[in-house]
């Protein structure tokens, strides 16, 4: 099969011809038909998380159908369209995915772009507002309002009955309003504190950031009221630092959450069924022009979620 390999950190990952995955009595194997773009994949080509590993086959969300079913596997079967998220491989004609785990079959109404930009920023995005205890009325502020699990985590939030206040670089306003938040702020043309402090007075309920350093995430802790939540999805919040603040703490890791699961992403796709929840699609190319998709992410030249198809 084809797969797109990084032979080292760093490596910018090219086709090669390696065998297809043989897969354990646990697991299925899946022809894929399309994988997503995250940060995550150019981060482990770099060698973010450690020098081993390598060579790599990269990407981890994917969509396609099921050719091989393992042993003890009773929950798929042989032509079962499915979407789900592996630790690396999903950037190759065939993924092995272990089950139980983040895989679930696709629902109609859902083609295979979608399925695929759904797992890593939904399941975050979803963990996100969960952990922010969100109830209807709350309002929220969203760092990053316009990337992959931003977008995703306003229209949850909305969905939940919730005010959404959103930062986005400027000219991307219009991009987060369209995603839901009613509240837009360009975080590189105002202080966002002091809008903050006229527009919401009181303090917001919760914060989700999946984009402040931990100095600029504390300054914003006097915008958050006490007993509100704050949730990082990149390591960020000190919860010792907030918590004689009355306020709770949550550096999130998605892929320990009980939500990366069949049933969160279940849950995802029945919210983009449902109507509630849309996937933006801001780039589909094949997937062996994966190298040059990868630098288009890092750079942040991508509005939406990026979809190589196999």
Do not use: C
Request: hydrophobic share 40%.
């Amino acid at each position: 099969m084809r797969a797109i390999i990084a032979d080292r950190p760093g490596a910018p990952g090219i086709v090669h011809d390696v065998d297809v995955p043989i897969i354990q009595p646990d697991e299925v194997l899946v022809r894929v038909h399309a994988a997503s773009v995250n940060p995550i994949d150019w981060k482990r080509r770099d060698g973010a998380y450690g020098q081993g590993g390598f060579p790599m086959i990269l990407g981890q969300d994917y969509a396609g159908i099921v050719q091989v079913v393992g042993d003890e596997v009773r929950t798929f079967a042989q032509g079962d369209r499915v979407f789900g998220s592996t630790q690396r491989g999903a950037y190759a004609e065939f993924v092995a995915a272990k089950v139980p785990g983040p895989i679930a079959k696709i629902p109609a109404g859902l083609d295979d772009s979608q399925a695929a930009a759904l797992p890593t920023a939904g399941l975050t995005a979803l963990e996100a507002v969960e952990d922010a205890g969100l109830r209807p009325g709350q309002t929220v502020l969203i760092l990053g309002a316009t990337g992959g699990v931003g977008s995703f985590a306003t229209q949850i939030a909305r969905a939940r009955g919730a005010v959404v206040i959103g930062t986005a670089h400027s000219g991307k306003e219009d991009i987060a309003r369209g995603f839901g938040a009613q509240d837009v702020y360009a975080y590189d043309r105002q202080d966002l504190l002091d809008a903050l402090a006229q527009s919401h007075p009181d303090g917001v309920d919760a914060i989700i950031d999946l984009v402040s350093d931990r100095a600029t995430l504390q300054r914003l802790a006097s915008a958050l009221k006490l007993g509100g939540h704050v949730v990082s999805t990149i390591g960020s919040a000190d919860r010792d630092w907030f918590q004689p603040r009355h306020q709770h703490a949550t550096n999130l890791v998605s892929s320990q959450s009980p939500l990366w699961s069949t049933e969160g992403l279940e849950k995802l796709a029945d919210l983009v069924v449902s109507g509630k929840v849309r996937v933006k699609l801001g780039t589909e190319a094949p997937f062996t022009d994966a190298e040059q998709v990868l630098e288009k992410s890092k750079a942040g030249d991508i509005s939406g979620k990026a979809v190589l198809t196999v």
